[in-house]
């Protein structure tokens, strides 16, 4: 072959920057890869316009009509960045009948209809990349794919939403509290108009469900584990948190145990000295351990446009290699042969075990600590540290901090539930995981 065609479906923030560095680059991929690459056809779902227009491709070759770039026969490659989840469905699998490879940034489509996907390109034949469905510019998915192929993953961990993580580092470093912070990403364009997809979890969900499919060879349902945004931490939590040597922030994790799948979202307290506790700003970062190969860490951008343009062209050059040389040596798209991917049961969520930070308002007066903890106490939870923070308030009420050691979430929900109905205690309460150990990667 003496040039490869790319065929982009959505000429959005990525697409255009996957357009551009293609450009860019081209002499660069052409040395690496011994043919040319280039953008021969676009669609989009808006009417393009003069700002709207994309270097190197005629005007001819642009339009609103997806399947006329799918069905195109100079097109040897579909790279779908529309976003969403139907209709991306029906162009990923359309362009695999039509037996060409595909790459995607598209996390949703892939959690929501990724065995489907994965499925039909296996049947057809048909490279799949998607790298740049999670993390961004960060190659954690060939990775996953192919670096850890004779490992066994012991452990994921990550920092997979941008926009969360730059809320809580704002907050942490500058005191702010949740929702002027939010305002303030908005305005800066690292957080939606309408930002619940992200600071709700859904972002981080969808993409350790993708993770978690590769390192453990399971198809994973979104509906089956706990899935907790950062709406609920206050600038009072975090500033104990950092009194006490802990960090907040929100984990995407999974692990294997005793042949269940651990997966979960949720803000979690770690350590100062953990990696991902130094994590900030709008970066990612994936911790993965590896029986042999030991703890890693991945730090990098993990959106905006020029870092996911380079994780999807990356992609392209590898499925373009694979055209070049005749359709050889393709690695499974998620990663474990077809027959070789076993479903794991998701560990149901009231059985996880963890440790617990709790903050209550409490009366300040004799005997009220020793109800708190006979509670917990007749819920097999103990504590390992209780702390009063101030003195009380004009009504008696004090801020009592405590730290538990491991208990199960049952537990936890439990002892709360009968706590916040103690005469005692007002009903509110604070409640963030805490993950210390298991997690080390120093």
């Keep these: 072959m003496k040039k490869i065609c790319v065929g982009i479906l959505g000429l959005g923030t990525v697409g255009s920057g996957v357009v551009n560095l293609l450009n860019e680059q081209r002499e660069l991929i052409k040395r690496r890869l011994g043919v040319e690459v280039c953008v021969s056809k676009i669609a989009d779902r808006s009417v393009f316009t003069k700002k709207k227009m994309a270097r190197g491709v005629a005007p001819e070759n642009m339009g609103t009509d997806f399947?006329?770039?799918?069905d195109a026969p100079e097109v040897h490659v579909i790279a779908e960045l529309i976003g969403g989840t139907d209709d991306a469905r029906r162009h990923i699998l359309r362009a695999i009948e039509n037996s060409k490879p595909v790459v995607t940034a598209n996390k949703a489509v892939l959690a929501v209809h990724g065995e489907e996907i994965f499925a039909a390109a296996e049947k057809a034949g048909c490279p799949l990349g998607f790298e740049a469905s999670v993390a961004g510019g960060i190659?954690?998915?060939?990775?996953?794919?192919?670096?850890f192929a004779a490992d066994k993953i012991e452990r994921l961990a990550g920092i997979l939403n941008g926009t969360c993580n730059y809320i809580l580092s704002r907050m942490t470093e500058m005191g702010a509290d949740f929702s002027e912070t939010l305002e303030r990403a908005q305005e800066l364009g690292y957080a939606e108009a309408d930002p619940a997809f992200d600071i709700d979890g859904v972002d981080a969900s969808h993409k350790i469900a993708i993770?978690?499919?590769?390192?453990?060879?399971?198809p994973v349902d979104l509906e089956d584990y706990h899935t907790e945004g950062i709406r609920s931490i206050t600038s009072v939590d975090i500033?104990?948190?950092?009194?006490?040597?802990?960090?907040i922030k929100l984990i995407a994790m999974a692990q294997e145990r005793e042949g269940k799948l651990d997966i979960r979202v949720h803000p979690t307290m770690l350590p100062d000295s953990h990696p991902l506790s130094q994590v900030g700003g709008v970066y990612n970062a994936v911790a993965v351990s590896g029986v042999n190969a030991g703890p890693q860490v991945f730090i990098g951008k993990g959106a905006g446009s020029e870092a996911t343009a380079s994780a999807v062209v990356g992609d392209i050059i590898e499925v373009a290699r694979w055209l070049k040389n005749g359709g050889d040596s393709r690695i499974p798209a998620a990663a474990f042969l077809p027959d070789q991917r076993a479903r794991l049961d998701i560990l149901p969520p009231r059985e996880i075990s963890t440790r617990f930070y709790v903050r209550f308002a409490a009366l300040d007066k004799p005997g009220v600590l020793s109800r708190i903890s006979g509670v917990f106490g007749e819920h097999d939870i103990s504590l390992e540290t209780v702390v009063q923070k101030g003195r009380a308030d004009e009504d008696g009420y004090?801020?009592?901090v405590l730290l538990t050691h491991k208990a199960?979430?049952?537990?936890?929900q439990n002892a709360l539930g009968e706590i916040s109905r103690l005469d005692v205690v007002q009903p509110a309460y604070a409640l963030v995981r805490v993950e210390s150990d298991g997690m080390a990667f120093m």
């Design 67 to 70: 399947e006329a770039v799918i």
């Design 139 to 147: 190659p954690i998915v060939r990775n996953l794919r192919e670096a």
């Design 211 to 218: 993770l978690a499919n590769l390192a453990y060879g399971t």
């Design 239 to 247: 500033d104990i948190a950092k009194e006490l040597g802990y960090r």
């Design 398 to 400: 004090a801020r009592l």
């Design 408 to 412: 199960t979430e049952e537990n936890m």
